[in-house]
């Protein structure tokens, strides 16, 4: 993995932090994007230490644009993107009885919209170098994709956690 150039979204959260981390301590320059842009911030100076080109990026991913602009961003930071790590989640605690439908909508747009966006986006960059792997999102569950169902590529194995895509998502 050394080398490689990876896009960490939700960087400055539980998941994302530890990915990103994870990730700079095997040499990979890692752009830790999050709507949290002082965590981010934080992240993206302990993956400094290893990584020097790490950086952070500050986004809102329930904006329309947001998405591709973050990996946009990435790729011209990093010099081009060969793993997408999608761990940004919003998730509106409600009493389970009474559910808005206003918290939802803002979680479907982080967790489902957002992710089909940044997969796209990444997808395009990665299609036109000829390389790089987008790894199932935390939150994926809520989006079906293409690979849903579809057994994981050994060479996946290793960086995919497996639960969100060894099933198809509902
Ligand atoms: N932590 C776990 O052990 C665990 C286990 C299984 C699944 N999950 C799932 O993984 C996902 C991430 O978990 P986590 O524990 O890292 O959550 P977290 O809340 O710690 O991190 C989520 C990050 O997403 C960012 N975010 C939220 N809305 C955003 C927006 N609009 N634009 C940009 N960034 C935004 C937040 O700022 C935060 O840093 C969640 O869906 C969670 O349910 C977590």
């Known amino acids: ?13 539980c998941l994302g932090a530890a990915a990103a981390r994870a990730l700079a301590a095997r040499g990979c320059a890692v752009a830790v994007a999050d709507r949290d842009l002082e965590g981010a911030e934080r992240v993206a100076l302990d ?7 790490s ?9 329309a644009e947001g ?11 990093l010099g081009g993107l060969d793993v997408l790590v999608q761990c940004a989640a919003a ?21 489902g919209r957002a992710c089909a966006l940044a997969d ?4 395009r960059i990665m299609k036109a170098q000829g390389r790089g792997i987008s790894t199932p999102s935390a939150p994926s ?5 293409r ?23 509902t």
């Open 141 to 145: 569950a809520t989006r079906r994709s």
């Open 55 to 63: 950086f952070a990026i500050g986004v809102d991913l329930a904006t």
């Open 91 to 111: 998730a509106p605690v409600e009493p389970f009885l009474e559910p808005t439908a206003e918290a939802w909508e803002a979680a479907l747009l982080v967790n």
């Open 67 to 77: 998405p591709e602009r973050m990996v946009e961003t990435a790729a011209e930071g």
């Open 120 to 123: 796209a986006a990444a997808g």
């Open 147 to 169: 690979w849903a169902g579809a057994p994981i590529p050994r060479r996946w194995r290793r960086w995919s956690s497996g639960s969100c895509s060894t099933r198809p998502a």
């Open 1 to 13: 993995m050394a080398g490689r150039a990876v896009l960490v979204s939700g960087g400055a959260g």
């Open 47 to 53: 993956c400094r230490e290893r990584a020097p080109a």
